[in-house]
């Protein structure tokens, strides 16, 4: 059975285009839609960080895979897609945990955000230090590779 | 502009009715849907721990709130909807942290996750380390409050 979501809020920065690294430098502001209220984010500047999750508006349908090198480079493993982070996925979902900088009236200001101008934000989530990961996180060799840049 | 997605897995475990706490004990099975490939799991066990994407079949339309008391208790204060976690939230979806305890065909076992079972899944990723919160986690004291026996 489909569910169907209504975006929450806009994206607003500076990088137009899908590029894959260098978001350090990248600052943006997160809008309600226009039918959130306001009050929506009342408290927020009480946490530090988000979890943001959004559409990768961008994406076609046709461009979703099941399975792939990542980064499309061959030296990776072919890699389920549940096992990478790849934006040609189903249901073309993405999600990153920001930094928050700043709430002004129905925006947010954000830092370490990986999302492109004009995006739709499907659900903003406050994070719990109770749901942080329990733990050693262990990953394998080919993200610390993919990763090298991402956040430079 | 709506968003239709389809669920690519479904919650399997013993926790039928929607109970704030406790969820410890509770180990997880999410089985890929019927239109996913088996390959979209390789790899998988490389990775210890999850994000789930998932939606709150059982919350209607009408209970959807933006904002309210956590836990509707009424010593907290009266919080915006993207400051909390509730599950009354436009869009009605959830997301977890989980650890992977296994993977065996077209299912994967994971513990520390708190949907019920028949949740419909919407996505699934690993864990990168590099998109771990940035610097310390602040939250208000509400949320130790609410989470205490969260894990229990």
Redesign the interface.
């Known amino acids: 059975?489909?569910?169907?979501?209504?975006?929450?809020a806009t994206v607003h920065n500076t990088r137009k285009e899908a590029i894959d690294d260098n978001w350090k430098s990248i600052v943006t502001e997160i809008e309600l839609a226009p039918h959130?209220?306001t009050?929506?984010?009342?408290?927020?500047t009480?946490?530090?960080?988000?979890?943001i999750?959004y559409?990768f508006n961008k994406v076609n349908e046709e461009q979703v895979v099941?399975?792939g090198h990542p980064r499309g480079n061959p030296q990776y493993?072919?890699?389920?897609?549940?096992?990478?982070?790849k934006k040609e996925?189903?249901?073309r979902?993405g999600?990153?945990?920001v930094?928050l900088l700043g709430h002004r009236d129905r925006t947010i200001i954000v830092e370490?955000f990986d999302a492109i101008d004009g995006t739709?934000v499907?659900?903003?989530?406050?994070?719990?230090?109770?749901?942080?990961?329990?733990?050693?996180?262990?990953?394998?060799d080919w993200?610390?590779d993919v990763?090298k840049d991402?956040?430079k």
């Open positions: 059975m489909n569910i169907t979501v209504t975006p929450v959130i209220p009050q929506a984010l009342d408290y927020i009480d946490f530090s960080h988000l979890e999750i559409s099941y399975a493993p072919v890699v389920g897609i549940f096992a990478q982070r996925r189903p249901n979902i999600l990153c945990t930094k370490y739709s499907i659900d903003i989530k406050p994070v719990y230090l109770e749901f942080e990961p329990v733990g050693k996180i262990k990953q394998p993200v610390n990763m991402y956040w």
